[in-house]
T-cell receptor
Framework: DADVTQTPRNRITKTGKRIMLECSQT?????MYWYRQDPGLGLRLIYY???????NKGEISDGYSVSRQAQAKFSLSLESAIPNQTALYFC??????????????FGPGTRLLVL | QKEVEQNSGPLSVPEGAIASLNCTYS??????FFWYRQYSGKSPELIMS????GDKEDGRFTAQLNKASQYVSLLIRDSQPSDSATYLC??????????FGKGTTLSVSS
């Protein structure tokens, strides 16, 4: 079984709809992240969480919210989806400690299309 | 805005050649540096990490770090067609998370 899973893998929605992307991990990591990827723009950080009670905004948090329901679960919500939120979304996890332990492990991604 | 810069490419090399990928970063406080490989439509996978100035070798891959120049590079020796992918440079900024460059697309021709 994959260590980091994302659901759904693909989603088509309409402008104005609320949508939730879910991420679960079995790695036992405390830290979880949400990124979006657009062609030519690389990976951009949306939100990150260093533990269950810690939520931090990333580079592009406007229009998004998150919930850290448990150590293993981190959800990303688009409150009112708009077409420029069409992108590939990745969840990632890491373990705190030495720099060597900061390696991030990525889920398979969720491809979102907002019409 | 703290940044990580990469040439977008594409970088084209023949099979068997050395591919050289470069990255600069703006935050002098950065301590951890990573190279991820990403195939089209897939998630990034870690191929190298480096934390100290100098070279770090792992098989055909060598990462080089120069903190004074705020520069990190990745060399791929004996390039193979299977190395064709986008390579993402990433830097950990103190107290935050990974910041990624936009990636360099490498194409290895047989």
């Amino acid at each position: 079984d994959a260590d980091v899973t994302q659901t759904p893998r693909n989603r088509i929605t309409k402008t104005g709809k609320r949508i939730m992307l879910e991420c679960s991990q079995t790695k036992g990591h405390d830290r979880m992240y949400w990124y979006r990827q657009d062609p030519g723009l690389g990976l951009r950080l949306i939100y990150y969480s260093f533990d269950v009670k810690d939520i931090n905004k990333g580079e592009i948090s406007d229009g998004y919210s998150v919930s850290r329901q448990a150590q293993a679960k981190f959800s990303l919500s688009l409150e009112s989806a708009i077409p420029n939120q069409t992108a590939l979304y990745f969840c990632a996890t890491s373990h705190p400690g030495t720099p060597q332990q900061e390696t991030q492990y990525f889920g398979p991604g969720t491809r979102l299309l907002v019409l | 805005q703290k940044e990580v810069e990469q040439n977008s490419g594409p970088l084209s090399v023949p099979e068997g050649a050395i591919a050289s990928l470069n990255c600069t970063y703006s935050d002098r406080g950065s301590q951890s540096f990573f190279w991820y490989r990403q195939y089209s439509g897939k998630s990034p996978e870690l191929i190298m990490s480096i934390y100290s100035n100098g070279d770090k070798e792992d098989g055909r891959f060598t990462a080089q770090l120069n903190k004074a120049s705020q520069y990190v590079s990745l060399l791929i020796r004996d390039s193979q067609p299977s190395d064709s992918a986008t390579y993402l440079c990433a830097v950990v900024q103190a107290g935050t998370a990974l910041i990624f460059g936009k990636g360099t697309t490498l194409s290895v021709s047989s």
